[in-house]
């Protein structure tokens, strides 16, 4: 067997990874080889047997088997050895699709996952793609000539997923998806925005607030659709999204531990829509355990038991000693049993020692609180015989009730149990060694009665204890029965002596049915054969005496009714539609028939008829039926019959749907309905040759230049709570064009003076081949402003401004469309950098002002200088000389911009210090007076920017000083004649003293000068 492997284009270099094989049929021979540059040779084989060929290959192409024309095949074909054999392998498959979004939400918004199933496994799993940034996908890997299906599905629950269904709509339900072929690229699929339920728990009036951190919220939907549990906030609040819109949906509240206050009733809720759980009338028993069996090490538990001796609650005690018992029914009794760390009891009253006994147990009422006292545990060791893993339990030796257990495995064991008075019960845990207390004198199979009691005291060891078990009796024979009868499956043996826990089983032989039950103790049990499909029968009691094995039973002599025939459920399971139970037949012949139908396991009040007929509430659910034969004398036989399918969401009835209007460019279309409920909510969904046209959702559709030669079709859907929604469409001749513009033309913005105005994109419903402009201004063509934007000038502003549009088309008449006209605003100016002052803020200083820059940046400036906020009189130029009244003040100054057709704009800058005061210069000189017999001063005194200067001169020496006024008249100079006895070489201070308006801007000094020269 000869010949060669020719890959698939994309893998036209990979000869070497194909591994073939052949398979003989009739001899058994397999062999396999590697390709060497894709050909491969088989040699001893039969030329009369007949061989499968198949590849593998390490590359990522498919494995097949030689198929039609050497095509690859998912079946072998058995050929003879030939020479020249072409094998064709194919690569994977891909689907493939785009995803249409909602109008409102976008790809970022989002995080979209395609699964395929069904299709061949690529590896052992099913592959996923993810959806590109233009709503496309691509799922490869899938096999080739498969058929599988799609699902997709959004994780942040913001799109409704769900199975493809062949349209282009999803659904939750499993069933309803459809099947599509490997190579299918054309899906398309439209999304919706999911629902979603916004719920709040309400816990009862004595829970705190962090009773919330642990509970979490869940809903069930159509069909099989689950919604993932989330967490409850602390404000009680949750929020389950991802949901189908106007679908119903159960949701539930609980705790993720077994210990929280929860809902147990189902609130039934459509979406979108709101909900509130209540845990009003549930509450909790508050308990605090101490003593000496509670320590650092030590953890248990308290359990409430109704007065029933149904287990309703627990809580886990720490060494801390305090626990809650949630989830209790307010108005209700309970009883509190220790267990765990430390030794088993019943609370007996606040501040008591646990007892072990239920009978001296005192209820506590929901709401309440338990101070519970426990001891610490004792210890049991000893032997065990045989040695296996085994139950030690133990028991009142009163009452026979179960009060603690414990496991023990080996020849010597070591078990912690209890403090108090017990009987000790061997129980193995697969029931091949029958039950036994201890006894004392070593004995094995000792009942209840004949047990010896063992008393522990705390935190004390009871040794040497021999725990002794065997196979003891053992209960066998054969079944038999009529042929026609269910195959029994099981025999079943239980007792309700005091000890006696569980059941003993034997398995029914095939074809001998025959059967052995093991592990039996002595006394007395109940009888019944358990079948294959949930019926069981009772037979009469049998009493098991000593280890002495029971053989030779026949089981097949019984007094109960036997189920022949089957019960058989007939009809549709959809609502409104009857379904019917046959009886079956029983033997002997049954006198009457009992009829229980169920949802979900749950009764359905008042159905107990032959006939049952679905209704809204039974949607999403299975139904099933339960039949009882009864006769006089005998035992009643049931058996429940289970309907195949789960009853369905009915659909909404047929309707049709309609399109008015012209078909073509500019013309709009309308769609109408009638067939339908008037309480339907009806949806559009507009389509392109087949592909929807997003933001149309709609009765109406305005035609536009898209939609030229194409054809149209519109999809409505008719939408009732739980119900399937009802579809159906229509398509209208191909788009005839016109050449209009499908909306009027507007300009982009409003007009200001200095702003660029244009015009918004026009929607032609053909491309034009010339478009031409014509700004106005009130009305009247502007000359020049052809171009297809235009900037307003000052001359445009209080006027109107539009511009007038041509569009030009070969074979069509010109279309003119003017825009509406905008009053064109004044234009404003804007600063960009701040004007800054530069400068000494002092008296007779200069400042000057930048000019800071300015948009539009032709604008005229001016000034205006301040003193403190108030305008200085002829200071409007950008430099100014600080005068003495500007001592002490805030001297800024106004700079304003302005442009024809932009007003005015103006900005106030100033220094950050108030300008000081001049500091004056003083000079003197010394001479002598006429007389020559005293000295004279000659002082000047001089101050920047102040021309007048008024003040006082006073000049001392030695202590002795003479002064003068110097006036304004004087210019700064005046003559003072010095003290007398003032020689050469003394030292004069001199000191001005401003007055009047002098003192605003001119500070006070003293200089001190030498007589020398005289």
């Not at 609130?267 to 549930?282: M, N």
């Not at 009060?403 to 108090?420: F, I, K, L, N, R």
């Not at 099981?490 to 034997?506: C, F, M, N, R, Y």
Request: charged share 20%; net charge negative; hydrophobic share 35%.
């Amino acid at each position: 067997m000869s010949g060669r492997v020719e890959p698939p284009p994309s893998r036209a270099t990979s000869f070497d990874s194909y591994q073939v094989t052949v398979s003989g049929v009739n001899s058994g021979f397999r062999a396999a080889m590697w390709t060497t540059n894709g050909a491969f040779s088989f040699s001893g084989l039969d030329p009369d047997d007949l061989y499968a060929v198949g590849w593998e290959t390490a590359d990522d192409v498919p494995s097949g088997w030689l198929g039609q024309d050497g095509s690859s095949s998912p079946n072998s074909r058995a050929v003879p050895p030939m020479s020249g054999l072409i094998l064709r392998p194919t690569e994977w498959a891909s689907v493939g699709g785009r995803i249409q979004l909602p109008p409102e939400v976008s790809l970022d918004e989002v995080e979209l996952v395609v699964d395929v199933e069904g299709f061949g496994k690529h590896e052992g799993a099913y592959p996923r793609g993810s959806v590109r940034a233009d709503g496309t996908f691509l799922v490869s890997g899938i096999e080739p000539g498969s058929t599988g299906y799609i699902k997709i599905d959004d994780r942040r629950d913001r799109l409704r997923g769900g199975w493809y269904t062949g349209s282009v709509t999803l659904s939750p339900v499993e069933r309803s998806r459809s099947a599509i072929a490997a190579g299918d690229q054309d899906v398309l699929v439209v999304l919706e925005e999911a629902a979603t339920i916004e719920g709040t728990v309400v816990l009862g009036d004595q829970s705190p607030a962090e009773s919330f951190d642990s509970l979490k919220a869940k809903a069930h939907g159509i069909g099989d659709e689950f919604v993932e549990a989330v967490p409850v906030g602390r404000d009680g609040r949750f929020v389950l999204g991802g949901l189908v819109p106007s679908e119903s949906y159960t949701v539930r509240v609980g705790g993720t531990t077994s210990q929280l206050v929860s809902v147990e009733s189902p609130a039934r809720v459509t979406a979108p829509g709101a909900v509130t759980l209540t845990t009003a009338g549930r509450t909790w028993i508050t308990v605090r355990v101490s003593g000496p069996g509670v320590s650092a090490q030590s953890v248990g538990s308290v359990r409430a038991f109704d007065e029933a001796g149904v287990e309703r609650g627990y809580a886990s005690v720490d060494r801390t000693g305090t626990g809650r018992i949630n989830g209790l029914q307010a108005g209700r009794q309970y009883r509190l049993q220790t267990s765990g760390g430390w030794s088993s009891g019943w609370y007996v009253g606040d501040g008591a020692v646990v007892q072990q006994r239920r009978a001296n147990a005192v209820s506590v009422a929901a709401g309440g609180h338990a101070e519970l006292v426990v001891v610490p545990q004792a210890t049991l060791s000893g032997r065990l015989a045989p040695s296996r893993w085994t139950m030690v339990e133990y028991l009142d030796p009163e009452t026979g009730e179960l009060v603690d257990y414990g496991y023990v495995e080996g020849s010597d064991y070591t078990v912690d149990a209890p403090a108090g008075t017990y009987k000790i019960l061997v129980d193995d845990t697969d029931e091949s060694y029958a039950p036994s207390f201890y006894s004392e004198d070593g004995r094995s199979f000792v009942s209840f009665d004949e047990a010896s009691e063992v008393t522990f005291e705390p935190q004390s060891t009871v040794e040497g204890v021999l725990l002794r078990g065997g196979r003891c009796a053992s209960y066998s024979g054969r079944v038999e029965l009529d042929d026609r009868f269910v195959e029994p499956e099981q025999v079943k043996l239980w007792s309700d002596a005091p000890g006696s826990i569980g059941e003993h089983t034997g398995w029914i032989g095939d074809p001998d049915p025959r059967f052995t039950v093991r592990g039996l103790a002595p006394g007395t049990y109940h009888v019944a054969i358990v079948y294959t499909d949930r019926v069981e029968r009772q037979f009469p009691d049998v009493v098991i005496d000593g280890c002495t094995a029971t053989t030779g039973v026949v089981l097949g002599d019984d007094p109960g009714l036997v189920q022949v025939e089957k019960p058989t459920l007939t009809g549709e399971s959809r609502v409104g539609s009857e379904l019917s139970v046959s009886t079956g037949s029983t033997a002997p012949a049954a006198e009457s028939f009992d009829f229980e139908w169920r949802r979900s396991e749950a009764r359905i009040p008042g159905a107990d008829g032959p006939t049952y007929v679905p209704t809204m509430d039974d949607v999403g659910h299975p139904l099933s039926v339960v039949v009882t034969a009864r006769r006089s004398g005998y035992r009643s036989v049931s058996y429940e019959v289970d309907h195949e399918d789960w009853v369905p969401a009915p659909e909404v009835r047929p309707g049709q749907v309609t399109v008015d209007g012209q078909v073509r460019v500019g013309g709009t279309l309308r769609a109408g309905v009638q067939g339908w409920p008037q309480d339907a909510v009806i949806s559009y969904r507009w389509a392109r040759d087949g592909w929807t046209i997003v933001g149309h959702d709609g009765p109406l559709y305005p035609l536009g230049a898209d939609d030229v030669n194409a054809r149209i079709s519109v999809t409505a859907t008719a939408q009732l709570p739980r119900h399937v929604p009802a579809s159906a469409a229509v398509t209208t001749a191909p788009v005839e064009l016109d050449f209009l513009l499908l909306e009027a033309p507007r300009l982009t913005t409003g007009a200001v003076v200095g702003t660029r105005l244009s015009v918004d994109e026009l929607a032609w419903s053909a491309a034009p081949d010339a478009t031409r402009f014509q700004w106005l201004r009130d009305g009247r063509a502007i000359t020049g402003a052809t171009a297809a934007q235009y900037t307003p000038v000052a001359a445009d502003q209080g006027t109107r401004i539009s511009v007038r549009i041509t569009g030009k088309l070969t074979g069509f008449a010109d279309v003119v469309a003017t825009t509406s006209a905008v009053q064109v605003k004044r234009g404003v100016i804007t600063e960009r950098t701040r004007p800054t002052v530069s400068g000494t803020a002092r008296v007779g200083e200069t400042v000057r002002v930048t000019t800071g820059s300015w948009s539009p940046s032709s604008v005229t400036l001016s000034y205006r200088w301040l003193r403190d906020g108030v305008a200085i009189s002829g200071a409007s130029g950008p430099a100014y000389r600080l005068r003495v009244l500007d001592a002490h003040a805030r001297v800024s100054v106004r700079v304003t911009a302005s442009r024809p057709g932009f007003g005015s704009v103006s900005d106030v800058v100033a220094f950050n210090a108030r300008v000081g005061k001049v500091r004056p210069d003083i000079g003197a000189t010394f001479v002598r007076s006429d007389d020559r017999s005293r000295i004279t001063a000659r002082v000047t005194v001089a101050a920047s920017g102040v021309s007048a200067l008024t003040g006082r001169i006073r000049a001392t020496v030695d202590s002795r000083s003479v002064w003068t006024t110097l006036r304004a008249s004087a210019k700064g100079k005046v003559t003072l004649l010095l003290p007398a006895r003032v020689k050469s070489g003394d030292i004069v201070h001199i000191e001005f003293t401003p007055t009047g308006d002098t003192s605003v801007g001119v500070m006070k000094r003293t200089v001190t000068r030498t007589v020398r020269g005289v």
